[in-house]
């Protein structure tokens, strides 16, 4: 069973469509992340949410816009999409966020914009 | 939120034991020591954390130094599917924010 699982696992879209991507855990977990994995390989923390309430908001343009229904689901919802939104977009859940409790990764959503 | 320096690359021969070093000078108290690593385009993995004493688990060790401003991830018989970037990070208790870095590129060879 998948941990935490991403569909879709590839996107190619144009310039100024929106476009969602979907999260889902299986843990439990009460903390979800949405994290970017750029060209040059670095990974960056965009938002976090804990029980549903936004808990980090990483200087994100406001055309990315995360959802949590649950605390099991974090979609993310991206609009007017740009070329350099290209990247892998990975999910993450934690127990809690206050330290201590390791991320565990979904295997990413590889967004390309053309 | 505290940096980590780490090797860009490192080699390691199969079936001996690999050392990654970290420098985490500017760590603070309440802060973990966090080893994730990411084989290929997946998701990152996690290996171990710990806050100040060693740490063993199924995949690998965690060495912290007395004054945590440094730690070793040991992992003790490298195989060819341990070939991965492995990433260092402070992890703050305040924010539960993880800082990626570069990371260390460790190539298994046979």
């Known amino acids: 069973d998948t941990a935490v699982s991403q569909t879709p696992k590839y996107l190619v879209t144009q310039m100024g469509n929106d476009k969602s991507i979907k999260c889902e855990q299986n843990l439990g977990h009460d903390t979800m992340y949405w994290y970017k994995q750029d060209s040059k390989k670095f990974l960056k923390i965009m938002f976090s949410?804990?029980?549903?309430?936004?808990?980090i908001n990483e200087t994100v343009p406001n055309r990315f816009s995360p959802k949590s229904p649950d605390k099991a689901h974090l979609n993310l919802h991206i609009n007017s999409l740009e070329l350099g939104d290209s990247a892998v977009y990975f999910c993450?859940?934690?127990?809690?966020?206050?330290?201590?409790?390791?991320?565990?990764f979904g295997n990413g959503t590889r967004l390309t914009v053309t | 939120d505290a940096k980590t320096t780490q090797p860009p690359s490192m080699d390691c021969a199969e079936g001996r034991a690999a050392n990654l070093p970290c420098n985490h000078s500017t760590i603070s108290g309440n802060e973990y020591v966090y080893w994730y690593r990411q084989i290929h385009s997946q998701g990152p993995q996690y290996i171990i954390h710990g806050l100040k004493n060693n740490e063993t688990n199924e995949m690998a060790s965690l060495i912290i130094t007395e004054d945590r401003k440094s730690s070793t991830l040991i992992l003790p018989h490298a195989t060819l599917r341990d070939t991965a970037v492995y990433y260092c990070i402070v992890g703050s208790s305040n924010t539960g924010k993880l800082i990626f870095g570069q990371g260390t590129t460790l190539q298994v060879k046979p």
């Open positions: 993450a859940s934690s127990q809690g966020w206050k330290g201590g409790s390791p991320l565990h």
């Open positions: 949410y804990n029980n549903k309430e936004l808990i």
